[in-house]
């Protein structure tokens, strides 16, 4: 199934995709209580979804699946091509790091270039996001912990990012973590670890892997994770970036005003933006 949050007629709603439609779920509440109630509504939108009906999808605007995650976490240097075009060792343990709840942004609203900052950079990324979740998961239970899937890219300011030794900075401006279009179930997804992964500079095809190629798969992420917090329903994980990121490029190829950036994934779908300067 697919899930969706979108705002029509002034207010905003979760609903299911199916084909060109969109349909109002009819929960109360945002993405997060969705999720958290999941196991009691699945039945009740099967049924929605199968009976059809809606609005047209064109006819709404789709925001970030999970507007306010209560953890947004990403793992950096998790693709092997990419680990060596950054000329760094291949990881023992996984290197993660936060993105701000405000970095979050619709999958189709334009991308802000900070003023006075250049070294904007794109990172196709697969996003987990957390159902049932819990603390002290096992490489078993991770599999069950997650809801479903969507396309994130992990936009990047590099001078930023690489300022000190810690990347959550670099990595959390305003707009620099939308995701979308929406959600897929993890059951519709299948094997997380054998997606297709692309992105798009104005049409020029930058990034292209798969998620196989996962350095740490992401049960094991997710056991990771868990280990010193408790995964909460809605807390999204951006799952790594292959090679391919401007900042390899010879010569570097930043983000600029007016570039537009597409990130796609098989079965997900694909997010879109333009790069503005901030206003």
């Known amino acids: 199934m697919k899930l969706a949050t979108y705002t029509a007629n002034g207010q905003t709603r979760t609903g299911i995709v199916v084909g060109d439609a969109i349909i109002d779920s009819?929960?109360?509440?945002?993405?997060?209580?969705?999720?958290?109630?999941?196991?009691?509504?699945?039945?009740?939108?099967?049924?929605?979804?199968a009976a059809g009906g809606g609005v047209p999808l064109a006819s709404v605007k789709l925001e970030a699946p999970v507007q306010r995650p209560g953890k947004i976490f990403a793992i950096g240097?998790?693709?092997?091509?990419?680990?060596?075009?950054?000329?760094?060792?291949?990881?023992?343990?996984?290197?993660?790091?936060?993105?701000?709840?405000?970095?979050?942004?619709?999958?189709?609203?334009?991308?802000?270039?900070?003023?006075?900052?250049?070294?904007?950079?794109?990172?196709?990324?697969?996003?987990?996001?957390?159902?049932?979740?819990?603390?002290?998961?096992?490489?078993?239970?991770?599999?069950?912990?997650?809801?479903?899937?969507?396309?994130?890219?992990?936009?990047?300011?590099?001078?930023?990012?690489?300022?000190?030794?810690?990347?959550?900075?670099?990595?959390?401006?305003?707009?620099?973590?939308?995701?979308?279009?929406?959600?897929?179930?993890?059951?519709?997804?299948?094997?997380?670890?054998?997606?297709?992964?692309?992105?798009?500079?104005?049409?020029?095809?930058r990034q292209d892997s798969n998620s196989k190629h996962l350095v740490f798969n992401i049960w094991q992420q997710v056991e990771h994770l868990s280990v010193g917090m408790t995964l909460e329903p809605g807390d999204c994980l951006f799952t790594g970036t292959p090679g391919g990121v401007g900042a390899a490029m010879d010569p570097r190829q930043f983000l600029k005003a007016g570039d537009v950036v597409r990130c796609e994934i098989d079965r997900l779908g694909h997010i879109e933006a333009k790069m503005v300067a901030e206003s």
């Open 26 to 49: 009819g929960v109360e509440g945002t993405m997060i209580d969705l999720i958290r109630d999941w196991d009691k509504l699945k039945p009740t939108l099967e049924a929605k979804a």
């Open 77 to 205: 240097l998790n693709y092997a091509d990419h680990i060596e075009e950054s000329k760094m060792e291949t990881p023992q343990r996984q290197v993660w790091f936060t993105k701000a709840q405000t970095s979050v942004n619709a999958p189709y609203d334009d991308i802000e270039i900070a003023t006075g900052t250049m070294t904007n950079d794109y990172e196709v990324e697969l996003v987990a996001v957390i159902g049932k979740g819990g603390k002290h998961l096992g490489v078993d239970d991770a599999p069950s912990a997650i809801f479903g899937y969507c396309v994130g890219n992990d936009v990047t300011e590099r001078m930023w990012q690489h300022a000190g030794p810690q990347w959550s900075l670099g990595k959390s401006f305003d707009t620099h973590a939308p995701m979308g279009p929406w959600i897929v179930t993890a059951d519709d997804v299948g094997d997380p670890h054998d997606l297709g992964l692309r992105c798009f500079v104005n049409g020029e095809k």
